[in-house]
């Protein structure tokens, strides 16, 4: 897939829509608004960017996540938001992406509306990054080809904060990839399969 097909299939009109996550009933405080950046990198083999908390960090510690967090006051939009944290996060000169669209936002059981904001990043782009060292442990890619095949995510069931829960997860041979991260992934991923 070439960034030419990649900005059509995301062009594709759709109905303004929320993805809920399993436990997004259990938020009994307004949610908080956040924006996340889901870049993508093209060239001879094709990746979404993915980051891993850190250990320390109060909330999702060593979880899988896109760049980003909370909607500021002084950010005009979601979009900002995501460049921001993206900047803040992995050192992503925000003149280096461009923007495609949004998917749904998707509300999540820990009380979080998130956006996802899709951008396309240079193929050389993975070499310049500078991590946070206090906020991301690793940068990683998730292959075009594994977010293209219908096979690849699994529904898979735990029981979490007392109750019983099914969550997506992506395969990949050194992270666990799941949570709102592979919710959001499976939406793509069917976007980009025509689907969504």
Known sequence: MDAAELRARLAVA???QVIRDDLAEL????LTPAAVLV???????????????TPHLTAHAGQVSFP?????VTDPSPEAAALREAAEE???????????????D??????????PVVGLLPTEI?????????????VFGLP??????????????????GRAREFWVWPHPEHYIWGATAGILVNLAARLRGGG
């Open 126 to 138: 993975a070499g310049a990054l500078r991590p946070s060292e206090s906020e991301v442990a690793a």
């Open 90 to 104: 992995i050192g992503l000169d925000s003149a280096e992406v461009e923007l495609l669209g949004r998917l749904p």
């Open 68 to 72: 980003g967090g909370r909607i500021d």
């Open 14 to 16: 759709s109905a303004p």
């Open 106 to 115: 998707y509300v999540t059981g820990t009380g979080y509306r998130i956006t």
């Open 144 to 161: 075009l080809t594994v977010l293209l095949d219908p096979a690849a995510p699994q529904r898979r069931r735990a029981e979490m904060r």
């Open 39 to 53: 870049p993508f990198v093209l060239g001879p083999r094709p990746f979404v960017l993915l980051t891993k908390r």
């Open 27 to 30: 938020a009994t405080q307004p």
